[in-house]
């Protein structure tokens, strides 16, 4: 019987095994996954119609895990100065600009595809194969989305915020701006002014002009270290409303229907036929629970004016957003306005939050619905 080596392997072997086992924990090796691309773009038909997932398969466009959130995961630098500083923004505002050009990039040539050879949704699993719904053909909606984390949610392994979930749904792709902890003073601030300008101007990159694009913005603006202005010492003798200062609120709720205002006002200037679609989260619970190593944007200022309990504070909260969105159903008076009013869609506790400012996986779930809901709605024909 032939006797074990007892021979340790040499260093490159041990990186090629542990080069493997990391390829293997991100989907395999670059021959496999270009495999699973092939088998994919095989399965897709040669003509006809097609789902979003054989789109994306025909124009090569692989959906990768993003991690815009990277900088706030890297280990933290032993020191910072203002040199570091600086050149970590610059390389964070690269970083932005690179993930853009790609997100229109894969969006043309995933749109081009759907475009030219007609949408079709994807089967259902309890769809037989021959059913005439699953082969039915429709001219994908062209949407884009700006806004803040509940459009862009890049915690890992949650399948995203509400536009992902909403493409796989309406099975066309959507082209997605959204920025994580994005405020509306900066959405329409210079520089993301010029870019929903250019955007509405130049159209949809596969052609023709935007049917759709989806707002979500206001809720980080009224949050975090700022909603200490707005909240008074605490005052068992007063009821939820009037423990908030409302001449302050009122001021910052001014600077978010600015920015809204200003936005429609860019539609009817660029895009007039575009359809602008607006919704209002909801209540939130101030409990304490962040992400990452961001948050609680809610409890502490509680805490530090002094609020007896969650239940106190979750008052509080409800009667802000209630204010937020009564402004978005006045702004829904313009033409070509919508507004969800999503508030209500959770059960108030805490396992429909996955923290304080962001819906767990099946409550982003039951506001992805609304959005295809109201959708379909206003393009009958074209959401199925």
């Not at 495999?35 to 997932?53: D, I």
């Not at 206001?218 to 270290?225: F, L, R, S, T």
């Not at 200062?245 to 036929?273: K, M, W």
Request: hydrophobic share 40%; proline share 7%; aromatic share 8%.
């Amino acid at each position: 019987m032939a006797r074990k080596s007892t021979t340790k392997p040499s260093r490159r072997a041990a990186s090629s095994a542990r080069a493997t086992k990391r390829s293997a924990s991100r989907g395999g090796s670059s021959k496999t996954r270009a495999a699973k691309a092939r088998s994919a773009r095989a399965v897709a038909p040669a003509k006809g119609p097609v789902t979003l997932e054989e789109a994306r398969a025909i124009a090569r466009v692989r959906q990768v895990a993003r991690a815009p959130m990277k900088a706030a995961l890297r280990a933290k630098p032993p020191a910072a100065t203002p040199a570091s500083v600086g050149e970590e923004r610059k390389k964070l505002e690269k970083e932005r600009q690179q993930e853009l050009a790609r997100r229109v990039r894969d969006y043309k040539a995933t749109m081009s595809v759907m475009k030219k050879r007609g949408a079709r949704r994807p089967r259902a699993k309890t769809e037989p194969m021959e059913g005439a719904a699953a082969e039915a053909s429709f001219a994908p909606l062209q949407i884009f989305a700006e806004g803040d984390s509940w459009f862009d949610y890049p915690v890992p392994f949650f399948n995203g915020g509400i536009v992902p979930r909403l493409e796989s749904l309406l099975g066309v792709p959507i082209l997605n701006l959204a920025k994580a902890g994005d405020e509306v003073r900066y959405m329409l601030g210079v520089e993301e002014r010029k870019l929903l300008s250019k955007h509405f101007a130049d159209g949809c990159p596969a052609g023709g002009p935007w049917d759709v694009l989806l707002f979500s913005g206001g809720g980080n603006d009224i949050v975090a270290n700022p909603m200490a202005l707005w909240i008074k010492d605490f005052d068992p003798a007063a009821g939820p409303a009037q423990q908030i200062n409302q001449p302050r609120f009122t001021a910052a709720l001014a600077l978010v229907r600015a920015g809204y205002e200003d936005l429609i006002t860019l539609r009817d200037q660029i895009s007039p036929t575009t359809r602008l679609v607006f919704h209002s989260y909801d209540f939130a619970i101030p409990d304490g629970r962040g992400v990452c190593f961001y948050g609680p944007w809610l409890k502490p200022t509680f805490d530090l004016r002094g609020f007896p309990s969650q239940g106190e504070a979750f008052k509080v909260v409800s009667v802000m957003l209630q204010q937020f969105a009564t402004l978005l159903a006045t702004l829904a008076t313009h033409a070509g306005v919508t507004f969800i009013n999503t508030q209500g869609t959770l059960i108030p506790r805490k396992s429909s939050w996955h923290n304080e400012l962001h819906p767990s996986r099946k409550g982003f779930d039951k506001f992805v619905e609304r959005f295809r809901t109201e959708l379909k709605t206003l393009f009958p024909t074209r959401v199925v």
